[in-house]
């Protein structure tokens, strides 16, 4: 199995920034593409991916303000936010599909989530 832990949601006021962080760990071989997804509401949204070799997508809602990164030694993807807008607030989950040791399946895994709260 793996396990995804998140860290560094939080209040913010609008305008402000926020670095959400995603560690992996357990039986991992190998991680394709890591990511984050976040849920309001009535809406589920695909935030930002990021592929093993630093690919990266963007929903054009936060495009120009949310930057992903990874540390491939670390198994660890980060979403730097800044701007942050009302509109914002959701509870984030980040996701990693997982090549586990001794198998040749890819499986994705996902963080507990983690509130981000944006005040006007």
């Known amino acids: 199995q793996a396990q995804l832990v998140e860290s560094g949601g939080g209040l913010v006021q609008a305008g402000g920034s926020l670095r959400l962080s995603c560690a992996a760990s357990?039986?991992?071989?190998?991680?394709?593409?890591m990511g984050w997804y976040r849920q309001a509401p009535g809406k589920r949204e695909l935030v930002a991916r990021i592929?093993?070799?630093?690919?990266?997508n963007y929903a054009d809602s936060v495009k120009g303000r949310f930057t992903i990164s990874r540390d491939n030694a670390k198994n660890t993807v980060y979403l730097q936010m800044s701007s942050l807008k009302p509109e914002d607030t959701a509870v984030y989950y980040c996701?990693?599909?997982?090549?586990?040791?001794?198998?040749?399946?890819?499986?994705?895994?996902w963080g507990q989530g983690t509130q981000v709260t944006v005040s006007s």
């Open positions: 996701y990693a599909d997982v090549r586990r040791w001794g198998g040749y399946d890819v499986s994705r895994y």
């Open positions: 357990g039986s991992i071989f190998s991680i394709n593409a």
């Open positions: 592929t093993n070799d630093g690919s990266t």
